[in-house]
């Protein structure tokens, strides 16, 4: 398995450099401000989101994170550090089989699936595990899928 390691200035490299196998990790803990600020941005108010006792009703320990919220992390990662800037997401099919929760610590392992030297685009699978939580059991997935992405 090959782990990268982004270039100082974030640049995304020439297709070429990229390989099937590649690896980047990186971890995330979201906040209650950051669902806030989500929602401010977004105009998405839904109670499950802002109210914990709503959420509750539901059977959830907490208010939960967004799932766009948790999106954007992941275009931050594609855009800023891997594949790094000038990439850009063209299309994604992510999947939320557990929730996140305020301060939970959530662990991106992105992986490179396939290179299209021709289009200059890679396939990369993501995936997201919970691990650290104080409402639900750690090594969680909460987020799985594959991104297509320009180079």
Wanted: glycine share 6%; hydrophobic share 35%; net charge positive.
């Amino acid at each position: 398995m090959i782990i990268f390691s982004k270039k100082n200035n974030n640049e995304a490299s020439a297709i070429k450099e990229f390989k099937i196998g590649q690896k980047y990790t990186e971890e995330w803990t979201p906040t209650l401000n950051d669902i806030k600020k989500y929602a401010q941005l977004s105009g998405d108010y839904n109670p499950i989101h802002i109210y914990k006792e709503s959420a509750e009703k539901l059977g959830y320990k907490l208010n939960i994170v967004h799932g766009n919220l948790t999106c954007s992390f992941i275009s931050k990662v594609v855009g800023m550090n891997f594949p790094g800037k000038n990439s850009l997401i063209i299309e994604q099919n992510i999947s939320f089989p557990n929730s996140i929760y305020p301060d939970d610590t959530i662990k991106f392992d992105f992986i490179i699936l396939s290179v299209n030297n021709a289009f200059k685009v890679l396939e990369i699978k993501v995936k997201g595990i919970k691990i650290d939580s104080k409402f639900t059991n750690s090594m969680n997935t909460v987020l799985r899928g594959k991104i297509i992405c320009k180079v």
